[in-house]
């Protein structure tokens, strides 16, 4: 059935457009006469900025289907951006050609935009219309603005539940939603199939094509796309978006370095398409890494972790994933980094010039330590920040160095929810707070159980809070005086009916690091 319904679609482009046609050609022929929408992945918007946003579709009329829509010919696709809901009064209107090689993805950097106000979206391409959208641009930098509301949410495996944390989110009157990474999961896990029905139906990616599908699969959400049709999005990677645990040019198998970055390639390419970024990678490498501003009240730098970072400590010969060790020299080793040197740099001389109230890093993993005391000795875990102990200590020299107010790590990866006072040094008392730390649960991925989030917390008196057994978002409200964060929360294994509570609150007050109970 698909097969006959993209084939007819392929005719109506090809006949429209004329197959590999000249792009002028393209240009001076009728509109496609789409069979089903187009739009299927819906729309999206991101980096925003004072007087900028990108706005983002895809035209997949068969999005799932390997390798993705695979007509061999560009489409022009139109955009206009309101000023309003009822889309009567435009602001601005174009159109850009869908390429075969971008995968009929569409990137749309608008600038010469009013700070600090919504603006509406949509794309139409021949009959086809998409979803309207709805984006929002930063406020001016010199603006004294009184609230800046994140949605903060990382982890979405497919198969483990549904993504109803973002139907709320669709929901929420917030500025942004900040995504820090396992936006989709290449590894599956069967197991979950049977509870939720929902399947990656492919096999773990390794190609373009098949990472261009996976990406499609997890877009095909209902509840996603409302997410990223109502609110900007500010982005960064954790691993699943490659392969699970992999650090710079090494994968868990050891694969030959090379091989293995044409994965990466591939991997941030098929990112790149899905996402409201404005550059594409070069290859293996990617720009992750960004700083955005809220007024004069916060800065948020989004951070890489895995790119840049030093390959694992202590590692397992047969298999390179995060381990547990009780004896590593190695972790000590000042050479070792999470960041690179040229990330490390750029954050601790932005950090130092930084004049905003509160300064926000949005960033994959857990920065607060989490080690446990047993009797083989002390077990820190390898692929978190545990795993670079002196590269952290760094960050935080930096930040009591240059006394940089109010900075606050928003994390993920760890499918918990967490609030953590970071100290130079982790867990004594006489070491001072020097910043903060919120981890926003897991949308849906499973995370450890509540004994041993217990056993964490009892050794890692830093860690106040830390729940692993239910699943969710975090919302941090943020005004001149305090950044307050809602842990948003649902049993794990989220039913397409899951109901969400407030897991717990927590706040941190201007001038004094360290969260406190709300
Ligand atoms: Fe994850």
Same mark, same amino acid.
């Given at each position: ?195 939720? #029905?929902? /399947?990656?139906?492919? @096999?773990?990616?390794?190609? +373009? %094509?098949?990472?261009? =599908? $996976?990406?499609? *699969? ?121 960041? #690179?040197? /040229?990330?490390?740099? @750029?954050?601790?001389?932005? +950090? %130092?010039?930084?004049? =905003? $109230?509160?300064? *926000? ?158």
């Amino acid at each position: 059935m698909n097969l006959h319904r993209r084939d007819l679609n392929r005719a109506a482009l090809c006949l429209a457009l004329g197959a590999f046609g000249a792009f002028s050609e393209a240009r001076a022929a009728a509109a496609p006469r789409w069979k089903t929408t187009p739009f299927t992945l819906g729309v999206a918007s991101g980096q925003p900025r004072p007087e900028s946003v990108v706005l983002w579709t895809r035209l997949a009329p068969d999005p799932v289907a390997e390798p993705g829509f695979d007509a061999r010919v560009a489409c022009p696709v139109r955009y206009a951006l309101y000023a309003d809901e009822a889309l009567r009064q435009p602001v601005r209107a174009g159109e850009v050609m869908a390429l075969p090689e971008r995968a009929h993805a569409v990137h749309v950097p608008l600038d010469g935009l009013s700070p600090g106000r919504s603006y509406w979206y949509r794309f139409t391409c021949g009959n086809a219309r998409s979803a309207v959208g709805r984006t929002r641009t930063a406020p001016a930098p010199d603006a004294a603005v009184g609230r800046l509301r994140i949605a903060l949410a990382s982890c979405q495996h497919w198969e483990q539940g549904f993504f109803v944390a973002h139907r709320e989110i669709a929901q929420r009157d917030v500025d942004l939603v900040l995504f820090v990474g396992d936006y989709i999961y290449e590894g599956s896990s069967p197991a979950y199939t049977a509870q939720t #029905g929902r /399947a990656h139906g492919s @096999w773990t990616p390794h190609t +373009l %094509a098949q990472y261009r =599908a $996976r990406h499609a *699969l997890y877009k095909s959400d209902a509840d996603l796309q409302a997410a990223h049709a109502t609110h900007p999005w500010i982005v960064t990677l954790d691993d699943h978006e490659v392969v699970n645990d992999y650090a710079d040019d090494r994968d868990p198998a050891y694969t030959d370095p090379a091989r293995f970055l044409q994965r990466r390639a591939a991997a941030y390419r098929a990112y790149f398409e899905h996402m409201p970024l404005a550059l594409p990678p070069q290859g293996a490498a990617m720009r992750i890494h960004d700083r955005f501003n809220w007024g004069r009240l916060a800065n948020l730098w989004t951070l890489d972790t895995r790119q840049h970072r030093s390959h694992h400590a202590c590692p397992d010969p047969a298999r390179d994933v995060g381990q547990s060790p009780t004896a590593c020299a190695e972790l000590a080793d000042p050479t070792r980094t999470m960041l #690179g040197a /040229a990330q490390e740099r @750029w954050l601790s001389q932005g +950090l %130092a010039a930084s004049t =905003a $109230r509160w300064n *926000l890093l949005g960033q994959a993993t857990q920065v607060s330590a989490t080690g446990i005391d047993t009797p083989e000795g002390h077990q820190t875990w390898t692929d978190g920040w545990d795993g670079y102990p002196v590269a952290r200590g760094r960050l935080l020299q930096g930040i009591a160095d240059a006394n940089v107010r109010n900075v606050i790590s928003l994390g993920g990866d760890v499918h918990r929810h967490a609030a953590a006072d970071l100290r130079l040094l982790p867990n004594d008392p006489a070491s001072p707070r020097l910043a903060s730390e919120f981890i926003g649960g897991s949308v849906t991925s499973r995370g450890a159980s509540q004994r041993s989030m217990a056993r964490m917390r009892r050794d890692n008196p830093d860690v106040l809070h830390a729940r692993g057994d239910e699943r969710g978002w975090a919302l941090l409200d943020i005004t001149p005086d305090a950044a307050r964060c809602e842990f948003r929360s649902t049993p794990h294994g989220v039913p397409v009916d899951a109901v969400f509570g407030t897991q717990a609150r927590f706040v941190v007050a201007d001038g004094a690091a360290g969260v406190q109970r709300d």
